[in-house]
């Protein structure tokens, strides 16, 4: 069993749902990342989802844009990020982390050397923006020899064919962008999201976090009552923005949205 | 070299997931591909439908001007002593460039299709106008996102598309040029999904987009194909046309694929030289297989995949990738890629200008710039065809700059 269905087995046993928090590796400097990381288990993150920074974001609002930048500015690669890991690993061995990025870094590295190593630094899944499961024969096949869970997104624009293809595809969890939109834009709408994850539970037993739009703790909660996971990104990688002049307060601040956030679902 | 089978597939390009071999396809997150599917069954549909196949060959005729001439450039070409030139004026189609084959094409789409509203991205801005002028004669709203330098660089076309009743929203991320335009315009996509047609200008993006702005712009292989038989009762020996994302080149190169005797040869902006680093030449350069903006290609990117930038005196060819039939073509051997520096780009509009008053847009001068460069080299019955995708006015404070001239 893998590192990330053991932890949604484990919450769902407690009666509990997930809490993952999204940061960009190496923003703004790559040494904040690791403490910070272990700041967030400690808050009461269950998986951390760690950003690949890229030139070109896509599918990110400015917040994430920015995060990015300051990542690249520092020289912040996929073999850095993949080390950051590494690191992670060697006091942590039970929180998954997924690396959440877009598929050039990936496709530059070579699938096969990327599987390697994601494999040896302790890595327990990818999650390519930019790929869909109709282009990642190839990658799929490579990350399941290695054990690495490929977690799919679906958007409210996903039809339901779809959904079980996408779903057949993925494993570990799969990510509902609640929003039509960029990562940090409009708010969302619980109800309409309660209702796409029922279509989405017709088609797999897989969790399915939920992610765009979650800014706080009432958001967190009233996701996480329809949710198994509760994707955070933009508002804490907006903590580390502001921040970015005094480091060290960094993961301190930070954990303090996540520890907020994790009562709030708790309750 | 290819065999005649393989330019048989070649012809048939793309699969039905869009490939071109292994580049093309489509990459892009979730949100978008449901559009996508629509758009490229309802491009299939309409594609062949004769209704529609009537109503664009008619505003090609009646509102963009075509045929368009093939021109013999007979001064140019003596001067020169060796391969006759002939130019395909793409210049002379109304909004002065062969971007309105594409949004005549997609605009129709979008009609349609029945969206209130158009989104583009532009570089030199030619798409950009010429979007806009579509979305002002069907009465939809359009918003074009142009990288903040390439305003500056462009500032008439800007101008232009104001009048034209379009809002241009500056891009301040990234380098500020084509690709960050082109990033900010599929954001405004995945936010906008359904009421939004993206009208994308070049050869590139995701799957269905490479293969409809390519059989949109055909028409112009088509006409140049039949034009050079009737003026001179045979195919040209080769065909040169600029590359930055590379319509109007697959444009040309497209009609001529089983032809295998033409030479087919795309100008990559060689910027200050490829030696330098500065350029916008991922073919001519050094293949990098690579994915941006949707799908797979040659692509400059750095040792960690991150998107490298780049450089060119015109604003149209300064993009990082190419569209995906180019890198394919280049892989099977059929079309061959080089690249024009900026200094030699400036040279030909300057030359061109003077013997032949014809003034091309900066991107075309580097097609003129290599047919310069090959005809001595070749024989005086030889035919050089080459694209001038573009007029020049847009670039006159460009070369006025650079020769001190400030108006």
């Known amino acids: 069993m893998s590192r990330i269905t053991e932890c949604f087995n484990n919450l769902k046993s407690q009666g509990r749902k997930a809490l993952i928090p999204y940061v960009t590796a190496g923003d703004p400097e790559p040494k904040v990342t690791l403490p910070l990381m272990h700041a967030l288990v400690e808050s009461g993150a269950d998986i951390i ?96 020899a290695s054990d690495i869970d490929v977690i799919y997104l679906l958007a409210p624009t996903t039809e339901e064919a779809r959904i079980k293809q996408i779903c057949a595809a993925g494993s570990g969890y799969v990510y509902y962008v609640s929003v039509k939109g960029v990562t940090g834009s409009a708010s969302l709408n619980v109800a309409e999201v309660a209702d796409k994850l029922e279509i989405i539970r017709r088609h797999t037993d897989m969790p399915v976090g939920v992610g765009f739009g979650i800014r706080d703790d009432a958001s967190a909660r009233a996701i996480s009552e329809v949710a198994d996971g509760v994707i955070v990104g933009s508002v804490l990688v907006n903590k580390i923005a502001e921040l970015a002049g005094n480091q060290e307060q960094i993961p301190g601040a930070v954990a303090a949205i996540t520890a907020s956030m994790r009562q709030a679902m708790d309750k | ?57 008619h505003d090609l005729a009646h509102y963009v001007g075509r045929p368009s001439p093939l021109y013999h450039a007979e001064r140019l070409s003596r001067e020169l002593g060796g391969a006759q030139i002939y130019l395909k004026r793409e210049d002379l189609n109304h909004t002065g460039a062969h971007k309105v084959n594409n949004t005549i094409g997609q605009a129709l789409l979008a009609k349609f299709t029945g969206k209130p509203r158009v989104s583009a991205e532009t570089g030199a801005g030619q798409h950009g106008v010429a979007t806009a002028t579509v979305a002002a004669r069907l009465g939809l709203e359009c918003t074009v996102y142009m990288g903040e330098e390439d305003i500056r660089r462009q500032a008439l076309n800007v101008y232009r598309m104001k009048l034209l009743g379009a809002e241009v929203v500056s891009v301040t991320s990234g380098t500020r040029t084509l690709k960050d335009a082109m990033n900010e315009a599929m954001r405004d996509w995945v936010t906008n999904v359904d009421n939004t047609f993206y009208i994308i200008g070049t050869a590139a993006g ?16 088509r006409e140049a194909r039949q034009q050079c038989l009737a003026q001179t009762g045979k195919l040209p020996d080769a065909l040169v ?91 099977i051997g059929r079309a061959e890629y080089t690249a024009i520096n900026d200094d030699e780009a400036l040279h030909a509009f300057r030359h061109l200008t003077l013997t032949e008053g014809i003034m091309p847009a900066l991107e075309s001068s580097h097609a003129v710039a290599e047919a310069m460069k090959m005809a001595p080299t070749m024989g005086k019955d ?26």
Not at chain 1, 66 to 88: I, Q, S
Not at chain 2, 212 to 221: A, C, E, K, N, T
Not at chain 2, 245 to 267: K, Q, T, W
């Open chain 1, 49 to 144: 989802e760690l950003g690949i920074p890229f030139s070109d974001p896509m599918a990110d609002g400015p917040v994430i844009q920015l995060a990015c930048e300051r990542a690249l500015l520092h020289g912040t690669r996929l073999v850095d990020v993949l080390d950051m890991v590494a690191e992670f690993r060697k006091t942590n061995q039970t929180t998954p982390v997924v690396l959440m990025g877009y598929l050039n870094p990936i496709e530059v590295m070579g699938y096969s050397a990327f599987a390697d190593k994601a494999k040896a630094v302790g890595l327990d899944g990818v999650l390519t923006v930019d790929l869909p499961p109709e282009e990642a024969g190839e990658f799929n096949q490579l990350m399941k």
């Open chain 2, 1 to 57: 070299m290819p065999t005649k089978e393989d330019l048989a597939i070649a012809k048939q390009m793309p699969d039905a997931g869009g490939h071109f071999g292994q580049f093309g396809g489509r990459y892009v997150s979730e949100t978008l591909m449901a559009a996508l599917q629509q758009l490229e069954q309802t491009y299939e549909k309409l594609w062949r439908d004769p209704q529609f196949q009537a109503e664009f060959d």
């Open chain 2, 206 to 221: 995701p799957h269905p987009y490479p293969k409809l702005v390519r059989d949109f712009q055909s028409i112009i292989g």
């Open chain 2, 241 to 331: 046309a600029c590359v930055g994302g590379g319509s109007n080149a697959i444009g040309l190169f497209h009609p001529f694929i089983e032809d295998a005797d033409v030479r087919m040869i795309g100008v990559e902006a060689g910027g200050y030289g490829i030696e330098t680093g500065q350029h916008a030449a991922p073919l001519s350069s050094h293949c990098r297989p690579g994915v941006l903006h949707g799908n797979r290609t040659c692509l400059m990117s750095d040792e960690g995949g991150q998107v490298i930038g780049t450089h060119s005196v015109s604003a149209g060819l300064d993009y990082p990738g190419v569209g995906p039939e180019h890198s394919y073509l280049q892989e």
């Open chain 2, 382 to 407: 030889q035919i050089i065809l080459v694209n001038l995708s573009g007029r020049g006015d847009k670039d006159i404070h460009t070369v006025a700059e650079i020769d001190g001239i400030n108006f």
